[in-house]
């Protein structure tokens, strides 16, 4: 089946600074999901991409589906501390893959 | 409305038993998929009902097993429990599917095995 590599593994920024989380597919996806969970809390749905090369924008959030469709990214501007949690990429052919998730920290 | 209702929220298990986890989805969804989340795993996904039929499933041995019934709700079983079920075991609801819908999560069934 397919798998999907998400890097990095952590990231601890100051506030204000910027953030990257990275997701690869081993192949071509229908469509990739990105979801944040909280420390002690559930996923919550933060975006569907589906089209090639499709950037879309949340305040400061900004995703980017490939133009290949094997990867994505998820690029925070100016992080604040209510952006902390951890950031799962997903995508599915016929089950749901979960990558591994970046784990993000933010210093006041 | 009222969102994804998992219970219960906690539960100690001793191994060789086994556990009922229930999930509640979110009124007029017909999807529940089910995901084990651990520190070294992460989200693994076990299976996906939908209407009452199960659409997919995970690479998890046969102790693991669910279903659906009429009014959507879903309840998932392991038997034998092991050690290495301890784990978050979170459902999500979905409108359409999990292969073409936002999946909403409940807050999980939070299962230690001693």
């Known amino acids: 089946g397919q798998q999907v590599m998400q890097i990095p593994q952590y990231q601890h920024v100051q506030e204000g600074e910027d953030f990257t989380t990275y997701c690869n597919s081993s192949?071509?996806?229908?469509?990739i999901q990105w979801y944040k969970q909280r420390p002690g809390g559930h996923p919550v749905f933060l975006i569907q991409l589906v089209k090639s090369g499709e950037v879309k924008k949340q305040k400061r959030l900004t995703f980017q589906f490939g133009e290949a469709k094997k990867n994505s990214s998820l690029h925070i501007t100016a992080t604040q501390t209510t952006d902390v949690g951890t950031y799962f990429c997903?995508?599915?052919?016929?089950?749901?893959?979960f990558g591994a998730g970046t784990r993000l920290t933010v210093k006041p | 409305k009222a969102g994804v209702t998992q219970t219960p929220r906690y539960l100690i298990k001793t191994r060789g038993q086994q556990v009922t986890l229930s999930c509640s989805p979110i009124?007029?969804?017909?999807?529940v998929s089910w995901y084990q989340q651990t520190p070294g795993q992460g989200l693994q996904f076990l299976f996906e009902?939908?209407?009452?039929?199960?659409?997919n499933k995970g690479n998890f041995p046969g102790r693991f097993s669910g279903r659906q019934f009429s009014n959507s709700r879903s309840e998932m079983n392991v038997s034998t429990l092991e050690l290495g079920d301890s784990a978050l075991y979170l459902c999500?609801?979905?409108?359409?599917?999990?292969?073409?819908?936002?999946?909403?999560f409940g807050e999980g069934s939070r299962l230690t095995v001693l």
């Open positions: 009124s007029g969804h017909r999807s």
């Open positions: 192949t071509t996806l229908s469509n």
């Open positions: 997903a995508c599915n052919n016929n089950d749901m893959r």
């Open positions: 009902y939908f209407s009452e039929t199960q659409r």
């Open positions: 999500a609801s979905s409108l359409t599917g999990q292969n073409t819908g936002e999946l909403f």
